[in-house]
């Protein structure tokens, strides 16, 4: 029986991973509705993808009893309430990144999903492709010994996208697009919290972050250094040094499909799509949807890959870094 999607937002993400659901078998993942802020561009969106029906408001998603799980592909300062809003109908929700604006925020979440007995995962979309799990499996074989640093950049020139530089729509680097940077390190360190943070950055004028550098230091010495901006482009790539070898994840880190292991490279190929993509490497968001059906499947409330616990602390150590720098948000004086 086909997983049944409700698409909540009509927005680039969604059209991406709509496209991508396209290239996984439509006796296990099927698009039955989705929602947006107005009828016409829920209408339109349907038209594009086949979707049998569209909502102008998310309650109406809501109400469909025909949903098995819903995306939230919105912008994330408003994660919380909507999320709450299918969470609280009984609904399965796979939610966007960043999970919501602050700690306090993802824990009602959390505590939504748990109360409501239901499914949810912050799509963090890298942690389910096969090259993480490669990953995960070599330094869980001591393929390159002892790690002993770990180097990870996300860059690129987006001062003039309004939403990733606005303080009122959740903008800057770290929330943005540093958020890949640390989850890849958590994803190394085996979601062990880190024993210090040190952040430093520079602001835009609206107040959030336009660049940030985010020290962290584990349990043995092991170190991780996160870079991330909007202001250029930067080697987008993932090194983990270890006491016996060196394993590259290649540009693009959050959605890589070449892993360089001492030297030697091994790719990781994507389907193509059937239609033109908004971000790169997009098919690859097929990995969290067979992922979300998996779990659900088999009745689990929550991802191995991408665990509620890990979306906490993945938070917590983001609010540390934007309160060392200065960045804050309506949302943390609530």
Request: hydrophobic letters at 40%; one cysteine or more; charged letters at 20%.
């Amino acid at each position: 029986m086909a997983t049944r999607w409700g698409i909540c937002g009509a927005g680039n993400i969604s059209h991406d991973f709509c496209v991508a659901l396209k290239t996984l078998p439509q006796q296990d993942h099927q698009i039955v509705a989705v929602a947006a802020r107005s009828l016409e561009s829920a209408e339109k969106f349907a038209k594009t993808h086949g979707i049998p029906d569209a909502y102008g408001s998310y309650h109406e998603l809501m109400k469909n009893p025909n949903i098995d799980v819903v995306y939230v592909g919105i912008v994330h300062t408003h994660h919380l309430p909507v999320g709450r809003l299918f969470l609280n109908a009984g609904k399965n929700v796979l939610c966007e990144k960043p999970f919501a604006m602050n700690l306090r925020e993802v824990k009602q979440l959390v505590s939504a999903a748990r109360e409501n007995n239901v499914f949810l995962m912050e799509a963090v979309w890298s942690r389910c492709f096969p090259l993480y799990s490669e990953v995960e499996r070599l330094l869980s074989e001591g393929s390159v010994g002892e790690v002993k640093m770990v180097m990870v950049s996300f860059g690129l020139p987006l001062l003039e996208r309004r939403r990733a530089t606005h303080r009122e729509e959740g903008g800057g680097a770290l929330l943005d697009i540093g958020i890949y940077c640390l989850q890849f390190t958590l994803m190394v360190f085996k979601g062990e919290r880190p024993e210090s943070i040190h952040a430093t950055g520079v602001l835009l004028p609206s107040g959030v972050d336009e660049s940030m550098v985010v020290v962290l230091k584990f349990s043995g010495n092991r170190m991780a250094v996160c870079s991330c901006t909007l202001a250029c482009t930067l080697q987008n790539n993932a090194t983990i040094c270890g006491s016996r070898g060196t394993i590259r994840v290649a540009r693009p880190m959050h959605c890589p499909t070449t892993l360089e292991v001492n030297g030697k490279k091994t790719e990781f190929p994507l389907p193509e799509p059937a239609l033109p993509l908004n971000f790169e490497n997009s098919t690859g968001l097929r990995f969290e949807a067979e992922e979300v059906r998996r779990c659900l499947l088999k009745g689990l409330k929550e991802s191995i890959k991408m665990s509620l616990k890990d979306s906490e602390l993945l938070t917590e150590i983001m609010d540390e870094a934007r309160r060392q720098v200065g960045v804050v948000y309506e949302q943390d004086s609530q």
